[in-house]
Every structure is written in structure tokens, then in C-alpha cells.
């Protein structure tokens, strides 16, 4: 099976418990979910970010840090 960018709306309506678009949007913005609204008035959720915010996403990739010793002549 092939995923999508976005997770579908039965995947929306599963996460939310919710069927109208206006209470699954409640319940993203309660949640503190990042989510936009799409051209038909109903949220659009990235499926890594969603898989991330479950716990069950790939891990990131480590950020740059800076070396502040070199800085210092160690």
C-alpha cells in the first residue's frame, strides 16, 4: 500500500473521533496539532508529522550543533 503525503479524511475523522471537519479541527487545534485548512474547509495533516506526533515516526535527523571547544583553541 502506498502512503500519502497527508493522511486521508477516514484518517483525520479515526485520529479525531470526530466526522464533521469543523469538530476535527476543534480537536487539532485543542491538541496543539499543526494542521492547514484545505480549498473544501477541512484539515490537512502531514502524515510524518502526525507520525511523529504519536511517538512512531522514523527518528529525525540529528541537527547541526556547533563545536563552541574549537572556538576556545581545545
Do not use: D, H
Request: aromatic share 10%.
Amino acid at each position: 500500500m502506498e502512503s500519502t503525503i497527508f493522511l486521508t479524511g477516514e484518517e483525520i475523522g479515526t485520529l479525531t473521533g470526530f466526522k464533521t471537519p469543523a469538530r476535527q479541527v476543534e480537536w487539532l487545534r485543542t491538541k496543539g496539532w499543526r494542521f492547514e485548512i484545505n480549498g473544501n474547509r477541512r484539515p490537512i495533516v502531514a502524515r510524518k508529522y502526525a507520525e511523529k506526533m504519536l511517538g512512531c515516526g522514523a527518528p529525525e535527523e540529528s541537527a547541526y550543533k556547533p563545536n563552541f571547544s574549537a572556538l576556545q583553541g581545545m
